[in-house]
């Protein structure tokens, strides 16, 4: 076979990984109980070779979970070595210190055999809406009070179940045959991809995955380094305040670039607090490297080759390096600003590829309540999830984009399945209009969500919301986005964090920020101001006001 032949070859092999690791990810959002997994993606699915390197990840997913799961599997071969391994055994951990962060995300490795021998390893970490304590909400003091803790441990053995883990898991959880079918979902998905990867293997008649996975890792590595290079040198610094949890909270970092390679370093970040919304360096590591990625190597696939040259460090202690037992069950509140605090520093170095600053931070809506009188589990205890979005940054060259989930990327929950998978009713969904940022490019908008229990009754809401009082920052004179606030449609002010009452009769109502506008209002183009007047983007007195006299 020629030279170009086999380079052809390798490359249809890399795509097909790519493709079994996608079809691993439907799977798995079609086996699963749980609506975060099923509806809204918000899960990982990849392949690791024998090593634990990564080589290959499914689009669908969020950075949050693979990126943390990449550094994440070597703790699994470390208690597990890879000739210890059968057929028909799989891992399980939902340890926050070494996969994705907090107690919710449970992670599933399953070892994939191809002709009697180990060729690789199935990874996937999903997010499970009940993990017993305190639930997902920024309230517990310790991790002992935010939910039952699976150390790494065999879920299978040769394809006999661990009954007595699976007994103890549903007996410390509100919804134990949600948790049980996400769980042998995760198996499902695993098996089902391993099946597929050994007919790959026969049809293009490999015994493993040595070879292709050394060509992934270092054609990745090659294209990531050479993006790094044309980078300028030096070091920037840039700092972020948040609302936090009862005060303030400033997040430093200084990045450098240095010949091939990337360092962020968080010397200065603020120190942990008492509450769920702390850390762990494996999910700082993850949304910083995502998005340094997004501006300098988008195009280069997620691996083991192209995540190496970016290195991250952080004081113990901080924020964003929390150690044990501190609590971190909320902690995407901190962690899904770090792209917006990466992109200050990139923006003074390469400022014609950076977004202005967006929402960021995922509005999770988790409520929880008992079944009203007369529904087929009344009296029963409920624990819901649906996932909502502000505006993301304006970008150089467009507008910011509305109600969208960056960083995380999961899916929006359709309100029709939020609502049969609760006794809710989401009364109002909508875009808020003047909520973008102004400026050349306009800032995404944010929404305004109106929740409340089918029958009138009380319920409670985990709050766990951002950019309250500190909202997105406008860029190069761009406009801030819109500030968020949680209120109740009776008109009370609530806490953005904190577990909290509706009272009976009255509706949750959640106005979520916009994104951040980059360059000046009076540089953006007058047709663009009156389409956003048409499209209800912005309002026809905050067009004339903001935009000049006469538009709109």
């Known amino acids: 076979m020629t030279a170009a032949l086999n380079e052809l070859r390798t490359q249809v092999i890399w795509t097909r990984l790519i493709s079994i690791v996608e079809e691993q990810a439907q799977t798995l959002m079609r086996t699963a109980f749980s609506t975060t997994v099923r509806d809204a993606g918000d899960l990982s699915a990849a392949l690791f070779d024998l090593e634990g390197r990564l080589i290959a990840e499914a689009v669908t997913g969020t950075p949050g979970h693979v990126n943390s799961m990449a550094a994440g599997v070597r703790h699994f071969l470390a208690k597990f070595p890879v000739p210890t391994m059968a057929e028909g055994d799989h891992f399980i951990t939902n340890d926050p210190w070494l996969t994705a962060g907090h107690l919710h995300d449970v992670t599933v490795l399953s070892p994939a ?10 990874g996937v970490c999903c997010h499970q809406v009940d993990i017993g304590g305190l639930g997902q909400g920024p309230d517990g003091r310790s991790v002992f009070e935010e939910g039952l803790q699976i150390p790494l441990m065999k879920l299978a053995s040769r394809g006999v179940l661990n009954q007595d883990l699976l007994d103890i898991l549903c007996l410390n959880v509100r919804t134990p045959l949600q948790v049980r079918g996400d769980v042998l979902s995760y198996i499902s998905s695993n098996e089902s991809a391993a099946r597929r990867l050994s007919a790959m293997l026969a049809e293009f008649r490999l015994d493993d995955l040595a070879g292709v996975a050394d060509y992934i890792v270092d054609r990745s590595l090659a294209a990531t380094r050479a993006e790094i290079a044309r980078l300028p040198q030096g070091s920037w610094t840039s700092s972020l305040t948040i609302d936090g949890y009862g005060h303030p909270i400033t997040l430093r970092a200084r990045l450098t670039i240095e010949g091939e390679r990337i360092l962020v370093d968080y010397e200065g970040t603020d120190a942990c607090v008492p509450r769920g919304i702390n850390v762990v360096l494996n999910y700082c590591r993850a949304y910083t490297i995502f998005g340094l990625r997004c501006v300098i190597s988008p195009e280069v696939p997620n691996n083991y ?19 044990r037992p501190w609590p971190v069950a909320a902690r995407h509140v901190i962690g899904q600003m770090l ?5 200050g520093c990139l923006s003074q170095a390469i400022p014609d590829r950076v977004p202005a600053e967006g929402s960021s931070c995922l509005w999770s809506v988790q409520l929880r309540g008992r079944q009203p009188a007369g529904e087929p589990q009344a009296g029963e205890s409920f624990d819901a999830i649906f996932f909502n979005s502000g505006g993301s940054g304006a970008r ?5 984009l509305s109600g969208t989930a960056f960083p995380s990327g999961v899916r929006a929950m359709p309100v029709e399945i939020t609502e049969n998978s609760a006794p809710i009713v989401i009364w109002r969904k909508e875009l808020l209009t003047d909520s973008g940022g102004i400026g050349e490019r306009r800032g995404g908008l944010g929404q305004r969500v109106e929740v409340a229990m089918r029958d ?3 319920f409670e809401v985990l709050a766990m919301f951002e950019r309250v009082d500190h909202p997105a920052q ?4 761009g406009g801030d986005g819109s500030q968020g606030s949680v209120r109740l449609a009776s008109g009370k002010a609530m806490q953005a964090k904190g577990l909290q009452q509706i009272p009976a009769g009255d509706r949750l109502v959640l106005d979520i920020p916009g994104g951040a506008g980059l360059g000046t209002a009076t540089s953006r183009a007058a047709d663009l101001v009156a389409r956003d007047v048409e499209e209800g983007f912005v309002s026809a007195e905050a067009a004339a006001r903001l935009y000049g006299s006469g538009v709109g």
Do not use: M
């Open 456 to 458: 009138g009754s009380a």
């Open 396 to 400: 150089p060259s467009q507008d910011g």
């Open 305 to 323: 080759g192209a995540l190496l040259p970016f290195e991250v460090v952080a004081p113990e202690g901080s924020i964003v390096n929390v150690q």
């Open 339 to 343: 792209p917006d605090l990466v992109f």
């Open 474 to 477: 406008g860029r190069d004179g």
């Open 113 to 122: 055999f191809h002709q009697g021998r180990i060729v690789g390893l199935f």
